[in-house]
């Protein structure tokens, strides 16, 4: 842990000379010229304070999103619009001041140090820089949010930024103290309210970003994120993975099974432990009137607990298993229970997860984890995973991921039979159920945080990637092409986007989001062949192509802007 939080302040200083702050520079460069000696110190004070409190308490963030929140930047815009406004014009701010008698002041007082003045300014512009959070940050807190170490990490980023903003602040302030000692300070006051002004006014038309796609094209990628090596390090990548630690029921499996001298119903159905409750939960679906289950009133019953989330193609494909393991027993006395345990932010919407129960025809309870606590419960680690119960509370098997449902079904059948209910018939017969090939393109991330087999690194910020022919790509490796938005979870598509890929595989399916407000629409082409549109209308998955059988084909989609892509999946 003390690694990793000497890592979060050196990344956090790093993000502090990158590009992604530029929208922040101008105004803490203008704000710390004027006022007390101590504005300085206040402003970055301030942005400290509530980039803290945004990366540790925004669900964004927590979940490893790493994109800033409209509200919060438009709150950022009025604050520092109003603030230079009030520098501009030294008379409404003596009638702004006069009512807040020593509270917080925007403009530069003749007595005092300027330090709460400072703050205020600063504290708006700690909204602004969160959207700089680098991926070892993001991927700290959402292992943090349940480790209870999240404060530690997010304290440190923020400390290393906010000591190279602050030696920035004072560099600037020596610059000018020529003026200071000719009393020449109202027009220097006038200045640093006018260049507040410009800059809410140019982030209010998104001016920033366009500014940062311009130079995210002229410069090296080691300028655009200079903490990406370290981010990506090995050091770091194992120090994460030693926080995720291994899932408790997983393990007891393990050493039940290494401790079995036989074979039987026993040594293949050990008890792993007592079976956690449904905790931290939101919206249920499929209940009498929507009331919330709880295994304590299921006691008697069978339980399947499924963790999954509505654009995964591994959980996908576990559904007709599902549908036909309910359809067969539930009247014998099976329960299944589906956690929608989300990945992405976007799969928090209760009418997104609605939708997509209707869609993938599931008939049996499913809950909203959106917070993840009943995953953190049971120690859970990937999408799908189920723990199977017996009619006592008690958790009796574990699978994590896809394959061995006939063992699955045997289990379910061994637990139903001990419950009491012998008379179970045939085995279920599954309808469209879809085995991948061994072969098939390893699933891939965009953002960030998981993004692999890219020929260019996926930077955090606005990059300019120059674009790379998919036939050219080596088989199950992928390229970005034009201006492209990089985040912990997605990318979104700017001026010219691309993205390549050459892929084995029969079914290739990509994770989407339209650009906000409105649906977006995205060229597809393969093999060079004439392109077809795909309308994005909502965040979900979308089939590219469905092939005859595993193929090796070259795949190209050219996004417009404002669309965001997440994950490609393949079967």
């Known amino acids: 842990m003390v690694l990793l939080t000497l890592f979060a302040f050196v990344a956090g200083a790093a993000t502090a000379v990158s590009p992604c702050v530029l929208p922040v520079l101008p105004a803490v460069l203008a704000a710390g010229v004027a006022g007390g000696r101590r504005r300085p110190l206040g402003i970055v004070t301030g942005l400290s304070v509530t980039f803290t409190l945004t990366i540790v308490g925004l669900a964004e963030v927590i979940n490893g999103v790493g994109l800033g929140n409209g509200a919060t930047r438009a709150i950022a815009i009025v604050v520092l619009g109003g603030a230079g406004l009030l520098l501009l014009v030294p008379r409404l701010a003596a009638r702004v001041e006069a009512p807040l008698s020593r509270l917080a002041r925007w403009g530069p007082r003749s007595g005092g140090d300027g330090f709460w003045s400072g703050m205020g300014v600063g504290a708006a512009l700690g909204f602004l820089y969160a959207p700089c959070a680098g991926p070892i940050l993001a991927a700290v807190i959402a292992v943090g949010a349940a480790t209870g170490k999240t404060v530690v990490i997010g304290a440190a980023y923020s400390l290393g930024s906010a000591v190279v903003l602050f030696l920035l602040a004072v560099l600037g302030r020596r610059l000018v103290e020529p003026l200071r000692r000719n009393n020449r300070m109202g027009m220097l006051q006038r200045a640093t309210g006018l260049v507040m002004v410009l800059t809410a006014v140019a982030m209010s038309f998104q001016l920033d970003i366009r500014f940062q796609e311009q130079i995210a094209s002229a410069l090296p990628s080691v300028l655009v994120d200079p903490a990406e090596p370290l981010e990506k390090s090995d050091a770091v990548q194992r120090r994460l993975a030693d926080l995720h630690g291994r899932s408790r029921f997983a393990a007891a499996k393990s050493a039940a099974a290494e401790a079995a001298t036989g074979a039987g119903t026993p040594a293949d159905l050990p008890v792993l432990g007592p079976a956690p409750e449904f905790v931290g939960t939101q919206r249920w679906f499929n209940t009498p009137g929507g009331r919330p289950l709880t295994l304590a009133s299921l006691r008697g019953k069978v339980v399947l607990v499924d963790f999954w989330t509505y654009t995964c193609i591994n959980c996908i494909r576990t559904q007709p298993y599902l549908r036909a393991w309910y359809a067969r027993y539930h009247r014998a006395g099976l329960e299944i229970v589906g956690v929608h345990s989300p990945e992405f932010s976007f799969e928090k919407d209760a009418g997104n997860v609605q939708r997509a129960i209707r869609s993938d025809g599931l008939k049996y309870p499913v809950v909203q984890d959106n917070n993840l606590e009943t995953w953190q419960a049971y120690s859970n680690q990937a999408w799908p995973a189920e723990y199977l119960i017996d009619a006592r509370g008690r958790v009796r098997d574990v699978k994590l991921g896809e394959g061995s449902y006939d063992e699955s079904e ?100 990509v994770v989407l989001s339209p650009p906000k407000g409105r649906s977006g629409r995205v060229q597809l082409s393969i093999d ?5 549109t795909i309308v994005v209308t909502t965040q979900r998955l979308y089939t590219l192509a469905h092939f005859a059988g595993p193929e090796t084909h070259a795949i190209t989609l050219r996004p417009e802007s404002g669309v965001a892509a997440y994950s490609f999946t393949f079967g």
């Open 528 to 532: 060079g062949r004439p392109p077809r």
């Open 410 to 509: 045997r289990h379910i059948r061994a637990l139903l039979a001990e419950a009491g209910n012998k008379n179970l018939g045939a085995m279920a017969k599954p309808r469209g159920a879809i085995t991948p090939t061994q072969q098939t393109t390893p699933e891939t991330y965009v953002g960030t945080a998981r993004a692999e087999r890219f020929t260019r690194a996926v930077q955090p910020g606005t990059v300019a990637y120059t674009a790379t022919p998919a036939a050219a790509l080596p088989v199950s490796h992928f390229a970005l092409g034009g201006i492209w938005t990089g985040g912990q979870q997605a990318a979104r598509a700017g001026i010219g986007a691309s993205l390549a890929a050459k892929v084995h595989a029969r079914d290739v399916y």
